[in-house]
């Protein structure tokens, strides 16, 4: 009798410590939403008849899920496997997913001497090439990016895995 209580017991915990992880993890995850937007692309599946809070749920809940659209209107919730670019769509509510890191802000690093203000200004050109609204970004999301890099590195086309990356 004592054992089967202690089997039971010994179950019992499994499950709370099981279901507290589940928790903690959810936690670390959160949903930043930007109106009238949409993430193009990336269909995971589509959920009916759903309230914008319970698309967030869902999407949380998914850990294939990283980005979602709300239709506000046809109130649908279209699940994302990535995202891309973010694209204007009225009555669409836009969502992804953040991971949140329980570290404080520490506030902005040094100066680093070893760091030459040519690169600095090299660094800087490339930034506003890439946010410049005439730069044609890549229509990859970045787990397809990831994938192909690490298939790349693999074949030894070092150029290309330094390029997807």
Not at 94 to 117: E, M, S, W
């Amino acid at each position: 009798m004592a054992m089967r209580a202690a089997r039971g017991f010994s179950f019992l915990l499994l499950v709370f410590f099981a279901l507290g992880g589940a928790a903690l993890a959810a936690e670390a995850r959160r949903i930043v939403t930007t109106d009238n937007s949409d993430y193009f692309g990336f269909d995971l599946r589509s959920e009916q008849n759903v309230s914008l809070d319970q698309c967030k749920t869902t999407c949380l809940g998914d850990t294939a899920c990283r980005a979602f659209t709300y239709n506000t209107k046809a109130k649908w919730c279209f699940l994302k496997s990535d995202y891309n670019q973010l694209k204007s769509f009225t009555g669409a509510v836009a969502g992804k997913v953040a991971n949140v890191d329980g570290d404080p802000d520490i506030g902005a690093p040094p100066a680093l001497a070893f760091f030459p203000n040519w690169m600095a200004d090299q660094a800087q050109q490339f930034r506003n090439k890439l946010t410049d609204p005439a730069y044609d970004k890549p229509t990859e999301g970045l787990a397809a990016l990831q994938a192909a890099a690490e298939q790349a590195s693999l074949t030894g086309d070092h150029r290309l895995a330094m390029q997807k990356y």
